[in-house]
């Protein structure tokens, strides 16, 4: 199993486990291979070290401490927004292309108030906004709404 580090080019960083080199090249061929944080598919792999486990050269890192911190903080941040993402999707329910029909719906009392999310055009968006009706934009990548591992 190779674990790899990769980047999307929105600059996210993840890893990824692969059977082989060849079995990463083929999955990006084929677009297999989404950002988790934006849900990109132009997906490049980073040049990592090996993984050893040796307190010495942990110590003796020529890393920079604030570089260190920053992948540190970028890292915390992008686990706080998955664990935002996911807590979404499992108290929403999903109601497709149908977002804006639904929404006006629980506003105005004709179905139950609930936690909705799904598709709306900017010109329906725009719409509810005026009509008083709080929406909010939150693009989730289609790896999260299928079963992750």
């Known amino acids: 199993m190779k674990v790899l580090d990769l980047e999307c080019c929105q600059s996210h960083v993840f890893e990824g ?5 060849e079995d990463f090249l083929s999955q990006r061929g084929r677009s297999l291979i989404e950002c988790p944080i934006c849900g990109t598919a132009s ?66 009392g004709e179905s139950k108030e609930r936690g909705i999310r799904g598709k709306a055009s900017r010109e329906e968006t725009e719409s509810l906004l005026e ?3 709080a929406v909010m934009q939150l693009p989730l990548p289609e790896a999260l709404k299928g079963r992750l591992q």
């Open 17 to 21: 486990w692969f059977a082989s080199e």
């Open 43 to 108: 997906v490049s792999k980073k040049l990592s070290a090996p993984r050893l486990s040796l307190a010495k050269i942990a110590s003796e890192s020529s890393q920079p401490q604030e570089t260190v911190a920053l992948a540190g903080a970028e890292q915390t941040l992008q686990a706080a927004w998955m664990s935002l993402a996911r807590r979404v999707l499992a108290s929403t329910d999903d109601v497709g292309e149908r977002f804006a029909e639904e929404a006006r719906k629980i506003h105005y």
């Open 131 to 133: 009509e008083g009706i």
